[in-house]
């Protein structure tokens, strides 16, 4: 009699709110959809870690500019042409795969070299003759910094493994 009153919850609860009620799911030992953990199965938990975007975009830099693979070869047996050459190549992919999925703007919107106002120490570096105090009204401006706006990465596969930048490539004859 009990699975049969259970049938009659579970069905009459759909009918009419769409839901499996509370006491069904506790019997049957089932978890509602926005409780579940997206990728969880049997009781392992696949939590994206912070680190997880930041390989996620580095990947993205290799794979539309090589950039990884520009940073890590030894450059010293190329010559300076060569290097220029390879490097504006990486360069300019890697500022339209940035442009793509980061949003950035300036720390500080002034004109360098211009003197500029310090109203958020957290958004400035001081540089040059520092005061014992680390504190000053303002000073000229050398570089406007970077801070993001917006990011908008692809979402990643619960299966993804993020650790992998690029796969070897593997030629076959």
Do not use: C
């Not at 009620?21 to 938990?45: D, I, M, N, Y």
């Not at 950039?67 to 190549?89: H, I, K, N, P």
């Not at 990465?153 to 070897?168: G, I, N, S, W």
């Amino acid at each position: 009699m009990g699975n049969l009153l259970l049938a009659f919850q579970a069905f009459f609860g759909l009918l009419f709110t769409g839901r499996l009620p509370e006491a069904v799911l506790t019997k049957l030992q089932l978890v509602p959809r926005s409780l579940a953990k997206p990728g969880a199965s049997k009781g392992e938990a696949s939590a994206i870690k912070p680190a997880d975007g930041a390989l996620q975009l580095l990947a993205l830099l290799q794979r539309d500019a090589r950039l990884v693979d520009f940073l890590m070869e030894d450059l010293s047996r190329y010559s300076d042409e060569q290097v220029g050459s390879a490097a504006r190549t990486v360069q300019e992919s890697s500022r339209k795969t940035l442009q793509q999925y980061v949003k950035l703007a300036p720390a500080i919107d002034g004109v360098e070299g211009a003197y500029t106002r310090i109203t958020d120490l957290r958004l400035v570096k001081l540089v040059g003759n520092v005061p014992p105090d680390g504190q000053s009204p303002g000073g000229l401006l050398r570089h406007r910094g970077w801070r993001v706006e917006a990011v908008s990465l692809p979402k990643l596969a619960p299966q993804a493994d993020v650790t992998l930048l690029a796969p070897a490539e593997v030629e076959i004859e």
